[in-house]
């Protein structure tokens, strides 16, 4: 699958087989993700692989019940957890290096679409999720204070395909030289 293909045709899931993801797909997965690009390098992610049927179902919790992603994440034979160390990424000598701070937002959301991507070429499907109780997922997780969950996804095989969304135009988004005049 080329990268255009890849960029095309992967979509949010949320129905998957129980059929378990194989643990070389799994190490696939990982070191597209330890190549990710990072602010100066810093790798500021840490990734928690959960595949304990009662962590995923602490995890679900999280969720609001009005998550579409809800019943995926016990339904996924994988919950992959991203986390961002704190005070890392954007960051010189102890201090923030522009106005946006701390960059493991950024760093982090790159690092999910590495993981998506890859796990897309290997025939599995992801949807990520970023609206659930951070914090309740972070003492479910244990995580340290200076560690911070930012996105979680169900990994498995789809059940079904997804349709694409409408896209914008280029027109819509793309433009040259200055921003237009409204």
């Not at 890392?88 to 106005?99: L, N, Q, Y």
């Amino acid at each position: 699958m080329d990268l255009m293909e890849a960029i095309k045709g992967r979509r949010s899931l949320r129905k998957f087989k129980t059929d378990p993801v194989p643990e070389e797909a799994l190490q696939k997965i990982m070191e597209a993700v330890r190549w990710s690009p990072s602010w100066a390098n810093t790798q500021c992610w840490e990734v928690i692989v959960v595949k304990d049927p009662k962590i995923k179902s602490e995890l679900a919790t999280a969720l609001p019940k009005t998550n579409p992603a809800l019943s995926s994440m016990a339904e996924a034979p994988v919950v992959v957890v991203l986390c961002g160390k704190k005070g890392v990424s954007g960051f010189k000598k102890g201090e923030a290096a522009t106005i946006k701070g701390d960059w493991l937002m950024f760093d982090t959301g790159i690092a999910m679409q590495t993981l998506c991507l890859t796990a897309h070429s290997l025939g599995l499907g992801t949807v990520v999720i970023g609206l659930f109780d951070h914090k309740k997922a972070e003492e479910i997780l244990e995580m340290p204070q200076n560690v911070e969950v930012m996105a979680m996804t169900p990994l498995g095989y789809p059940a079904a395909e997804g349709a694409a969304p409408r896209r914008k135009e280029m027109a819509e988004f793309v433009f040259y030289e200055k921003y237009p005049a409204k």
